[in-house]
């Protein structure tokens, strides 16, 4: 079955512990996305990657980095998460970078920073 | 800079009435208007794209869209409201070439009450 995974779907943490979430697609898709989703402001894009070592800032990048050092996984780090990233995050990925293939989107992460 | 307007954050409807979920966005180029639609802690589900062609485009789950250039609206249709139609939608908005992909409007939570 296509799909994206994310991992883990609930975590909770303190703040300053280093946390990674996880993110992998089986469709070979190589532009990759994640976004955080808040009450009233939508999904905002936090980075999003257009091929193997090609990555670049959505909106609200601060305070998270990613990387892709293979095409099917897309994971998001928090290097000392703070409570304002208390958000829901998705990952998203599309078949190309056009802008016409809209997107394929994982179950999401609920993560509390406390 | 592409951006996304939903102006309702809650429609109600009755069941069997017809829905309308509002959209308008701005962009410069020619636009990919997308719609999805997320039910309780669950992701986001593609409904339905415009790229270019006929302006009513038909989607999943009987949902349509009516492409309005000249107003810039991509208003979120559907004849007659189930139940089961509850749940939060979103619009969003690409266009060619873009590297950023989508950028999503704040949501509209649709309750279909019986």
């Known amino acids: 079955e296509a799909q994206v995974t994310q991992n883990p779907r609930y975590l909770i943490t303190v703040t300053g512990k280093k946390l990674t979430v996880t993110c992998s697609q089986n469709m070979n898709h190589e532009y990759m996305s994640w976004y955080r989703q808040d009450p009233g402001l939508g999904l905002r894009q936090i980075y999003y990657s257009m091929n193997v070592e090609v990555t670049d800032k959505g909106d609200v990048p601060e305070g998270y980095k990613v990387s892709r050092k293979e095409k099917r996984n897309f994971p998001l780090i928090l290097e000392s998460p703070s409570p304002n990233q208390t958000s829901l995050y998705f990952c998203?990925?599309?078949?190309?970078?056009?802008?016409?293939?809209?997107?394929?989107f994982g179950s999401g992460t609920r993560l509390t920073v406390v | 800079a592409q951006s996304v307007a939903q102006p309702e954050d809650q429609v109600n409807v009755a069941e069997g009435n017809p829905l309308t979920v509002k959209c308008t966005y701005s962009?410069?180029?020619?636009?990919?208007l997308f719609w999805y639609v997320q039910y309780p802690n669950r992701g986001l589900q593609f409904l339905l794209k415009?790229?270019?062609?006929?302006?009513l485009v038909k989607g999943s789950y009987g949902f349509e869209a009516e492409f309005n250039k000249s107003q810039t609206s991509f208003h979120l249709k559907k004849p007659s409201a189930l139940v089961s139609d509850s749940a939060l939608y979103f619009c969003?908005?690409?266009?060619?070439?873009?590297?950023?992909?989508?950028?999503f409007g704040s949501g509209t939570q649709l309750t279909v009450l019986p």
């Open positions: 969003a908005v690409s266009f060619s070439g873009s590297a950023r992909q989508l950028t």
């Open positions: 962009v410069s180029g020619n636009p990919y």
């Open positions: 998203a990925s599309s078949l190309s970078g056009t802008g016409g293939d809209g997107y394929t």
């Open positions: 415009y790229i270019t062609g006929d302006n």
